[in-house]
């Protein structure tokens, strides 16, 4: 019997050696090292060579070279040389729990669940959801949840704040702080003059008693003017582009001192016309790990496609698309902090996906990798005020990314994912 066990063991280790993945997640003494590894702390300094990251009980203890972090004797090594690790991706803006495929309407905990699981698998280990969050969220925001290890953290914005006079949107507001949400949200956007647009005194009135509940607010907006507007008002967070017209010095001076975010969405926008023709990324093998035919077929039928090439909408949108990316790569060389997002989680704008093609717009729109890096980490970390994400330091959760090439080489190398890790459990593909 003892000889078979033996067997088993071995047959099991040799079995994982011909993955070139092993990962061991437990241990009597909960510390793991992972060695040789460059690593990316997210602080933005010099990437470590050589390096160990040290964890222990999900939480990181140390990160640095490996001449000068002491690894316990009875922590598990994991040799990742050779490899590079970073922090976990962080969607500022996104939505969780509504959409199923490209459908929407499947609100419920095991939606949330799924989608949740979905981000994590693409290395998004963290989605802060701007709207549509119910009670089924609550329970499973990242206070309460912190130690998940297959799903990706949760924060929430409740419903998106509407109302016609300030009394009726204070009572959202108040729904939503009872519900037990992270953030607020309100949305100042007229959708191209097809929907009326909140009024100045309502928004107001609702960033006031937001700040007043100990609320950070984020904002949907389209215009120059009504991101001004919003700044001068209180507002926290931009939570798309200025789509209508070049930002100009006035704006980007507010910005510094209002020290707000300004969080691009460039796939927002790219979904609005994309589907007019067979979308490229549908061959894509990245995307199909997770997203099969039968998903995408609604939006290869032509029917569809004509509908969305006549669309007015859509070819306003992609026409300012320029004009967004423009605006990302100004306010960025001015030092304004950008803050990642997506907006994915709504109808065809795929989570997990659409994260690393949002990366890739702005490298296209001229940020270096170690920009976009950071606006996924440290930034969306520190300006929607999440603790213990965002980077590898001590105390934070170990939330990390294994990576077989150099991220700041060339940022599609996100993409190459060894592993992803979730207080410093493997996430399961």
């Keep these: 019997m003892k000889h078979t066990y033996i067997l088993v063991c071995l047959f099991l280790f040799i079995s994982a050696c011909s993955s070139g993945k092993i990962y061991q997640t437990t241990s009597d003494s909960g510390y793991q090292a992972f060695t040789g590894a460059t690593i990316l702390n997210g602080q933005g300094g010099t990437p470590i060579k050589d390096g160990v990251l040290l964890i222990r009980k999900g939480q990181v203890v140390a990160v640095g070279p490996r001449n000068k972090v002491k690894i316990p004797e009875v922590a598990i090594i994991e040799d990742v040389t050779g490899k590079f690790i970073m922090p976990g991706i962080i969607n500022g803006h996104g939505h969780v729990g509504d959409v199923k495929g490209i459908e929407p309407g499947h609100y419920s905990r095991e939606n949330l669940l799924d989608n949740l699981g979905l981000y994590g698998r693409y290395g998004i280990t963290t989605v802060v959801s701007l709207g549509g969050d119910k009670k089924e969220a609550e329970p499973l925001r990242a206070i309460h949840d ?11 914005a409740g419903e998106v704040i509407t109302g016609k006079t300030p009394a009726e949107a204070l009572a959202v507001v108040e729904q939503n702080h009872r519900l037990g949400v992270d953030f607020m949200k309100i949305r100042v956007d007229d959708q191209l003059g097809t929907a009326p647009k909140m009024p100045a005194a309502v928004y107001r009135a609702v960033i006031k008693r937001s700040h007043q509940l100990g609320y950070k607010i984020a904002t949907h907006l389209y215009s120059l003017a009504d991101a001004r507007d919003l700044l001068l008002a209180g507002s926290d967070l931009l939570a798309h582009s200025v789509r209508d017209q070049p930002v100009d010095a006035a704006f980007i001076q507010l910005l510094k001192k209002k020290k707000a975010g300004y969080c691009p969405t460039l796939t927002r926008e790219l979904s609005t016309f994309v589907y007019g ?47 967004a990316m423009a605006n990302l790569k100004k306010l960025s060389d001015q030092g304004i902090p950008i803050v990642f997002g997506t907006d994915s989680g709504m109808p065809a704008r795929f989570m997990g996906y659409f994260e690393h093609l949002e990366m890739e717009m702005m490298a296209e729109a001229g940020l270096t990798p170690r920009q976009i890096i950071t606006a996924a980490t440290k930034n969306a970390a520190h300006y929607l005020g999440l603790k213990n994400v965002g980077t590898l330091t001590r105390g934070n959760w170990a939330d990390f990314l294994v990576l077989d090439a150099d991220p700041l080489t060339d ?19």
């Design 411 to 429: 940022i599609r190398n996100v993409r190459k994912l060894n592993g992803v890790f979730i207080s410093g459990e493997k996430v399961e593909k």
């Design 146 to 156: 912190s130690t998940t290890t297959q799903r990706a953290r949760l924060f929430i």
């Design 277 to 323: 023709d067979t979308a490229a990324f549908f061959q894509d093998p990245f995307f199909r790990r997770e997203y099969d035919s039968l998903t995408i077929q609604p939006l290869i039928d032509p029917a569809r496609q004509s509908q969305m090439r006549q669309s007015k909408s859509a070819q306003t949108y992609q026409q300012q698309l320029p004009t």
